[in-house]
């Protein structure tokens, strides 16, 4: 079945900085989307972006799906984007999400 | 996007008991999931809830272990059979909502077995 790794396993980051997270899978995929899993479990909704470019305020994803990989980029990282960060995808024809093994993100004050 | 939210929030259970979860959406949707995030891992699907049909398992998860219902539209239960300590896990659900195959999530049941 399809893999999908997450660079890098653990970030840690102080207030203000910008950070890159990758997302790789193995096999063509029609579905990806970013995920941040807050503290207490929460998995919040960040893209749906199975390919191209999007921005919402600080943060932007960009996914290239002919190379098998998306990014996700952090600007002026606050504390409270700490957390888990999950990639998921699925191929064709299927709802079947499979996850990422996620980085997991901790922003210094 | 659908609002979803699972009872109960957390719970701590003895080993060789059950416990049933409940997943409620504020909106008719064809299709819930049910995901296991064990702790410190990434999630894994159970199984696909349709309703007026049976549950679709991913392997290495069976009916009998995870017994799921899908009454209606609107709401799923899962149940973890027989706990062992083992099972102790966040349970997630989740259904497509919005765009065509974008999932969202519901806040999650954190269970421990004793």
């Known amino acids: 079945g399809i893999q999908v790794e997450q660079s890098p396993p653990d970030l840690i980051l102080q207030e203000g900085a910008n950070s890159t997270l990758r997302c790789n899978f193995s096999d063509s995929v029609n579905n990806l989307q970013w995920f941040h899993q807050n503290p207490w479990g929460q998995l919040i909704n960040l893209f749906y972006i199975p390919s191209g470019t999007k921005q919402n305020g600080r943060l932007s994803a960009t996914t290239v799906a002919t190379e098998r990989y998306s990014l996700l980029y952090i600007s002026s990282s606050q504390t409270t984007d700490s957390g888990v960060y999950f990639c998921a995808v699925s191929t064709s024809g299927t709802y079947k999400y499979i996850f990422g093994t996620g980085t997991r993100l901790k922003v210094l004050a | 996007s659908a609002v979803i939210s699972q009872k109960p929030s957390r719970d701590i259970c003895q080993r060789g008991t059950s416990l049933t979860i409940q997943c409620q959406v504020d909106s008719q949707v064809t299709m819930m999931f049910w995901y296991r995030q064990q702790p410190g891992q990434s999630l894994t699907l159970i199984a696909t809830a349709n309703q007026g049909s049976e549950a679709t398992y991913e392997s290495g998860f069976v009916i009998d272990k995870f017994p799921i219902s899908r009454p209606n539209l609107t709401f799923s239960t899962l149940t973890v059979s027989n706990m062992s300590p083992e099972d102790s896990s966040i349970y997630l659900c989740?259904?497509?909502?919005?765009?065509?195959?974008?999932?969202?999530f519901g806040p999650g049941t954190r269970l421990t077995v004793t």
């Open positions: 989740s259904v497509e909502s919005g765009r065509k195959y974008e999932q969202y």
